[in-house]
């Protein structure tokens, strides 16, 4: 079946500084999957950061961006300039279909931005 | 509005007893999904109901786990008998068409 890899568990970094949460997706299926990015913030439930649904476009939200490259499979999220208030668990998840809630997760990263 | 609610937030039981986890979408929505997330597995998509019929039901959790939609505002989660490894924080979620996906703030269960 399908499969979404986030490699890293935790990432800790400082404000102000650049991130990249990295995420690459195997599919069984011929064609290019919608992706999503998914954050938690504390005290709070999953929601929905940016979603992309076309091959080599990009996406964005609230500073985050990320691009939807078709031949490495990838998806990364990236930062300029990241605050404390961006510490929450971000997920990377695939869809095949246009029902939005049919979603295959990454197993999450969680950021840790410290002053 | 109201977002998802589920009840209980937590929830704790015995080897072998019945629980059933309760979720209400938001209201107007059509399409509900019971996700299951644990730190081996990630988060799994149990069932999906769309207009409260039984669109998608999971392969491997049809043994012990029922999930029904008894009107388009109220959803239920059974597991019978739970077990150990169905200690997980189990999430609903409900969308509009291919409107934006709203999540509850899950239940954790906790079976000993």
């Known amino acids: 079946g399908d499969s979404v890899t986030q490699t890293e568990g935790q990432v800790t970094v400082s404000e102000s500084k650049s991130l990249i949460i990295n995420c690459t997706y195997s599919a069984t299926s011929i064609g290019y999957p919608n992706l999503f990015w998914y954050v938690r913030y504390p005290g709070e439930g999953l929601q929905l950061l940016l979603k992309v649904i076309t091959a080599g476009q990009k996406g964005s939200s609230r500073g985050f961006e990320a691009t939807y490259n078709k031949e490495a499979t990838s998806f990364h999220l990236q930062k300029a300039s990241v605050q404390e208030s961006d510490s929450a668990v971000y997920y990377c998840a695939l869809s095949w279909t246009q029902v939005v809630g049919q979603l295959t997760f990454g197993r999450g990263t969680r950021l840790q931005v410290y002053a | 509005d109201a977002g998802v609610t589920q009840t209980p937030r937590h929830e704790v039981a015995e080897k072998g007893q019945t629980i059933i986890l309760k979720c209400e979408p938001v209201s107007g929505h059509n399409d509900l999904f019971w996700y299951r997330q644990t730190k081996i597995q990630g988060l799994e998509l149990l069932s999906y109901f769309r207009s409260k019929s039984l669109m998608e039901d999971g392969g491997a959790f049809k043994d012990r786990f029922k999930a029904e939609m008894l009107n388009s505002s109220f959803s239920t989660l059974k597991i019978q008998p739970t077990e150990p490894k169905d200690s997980a924080v189990y999430l609903c979620?409900?969308?509009?068409?291919?409107?934006?996906?709203?999540f509850g703030a899950g239940t954790r269960l906790s079976v000993l």
């Open positions: 979620a409900s969308s509009q068409g291919q409107n934006t996906l709203y």
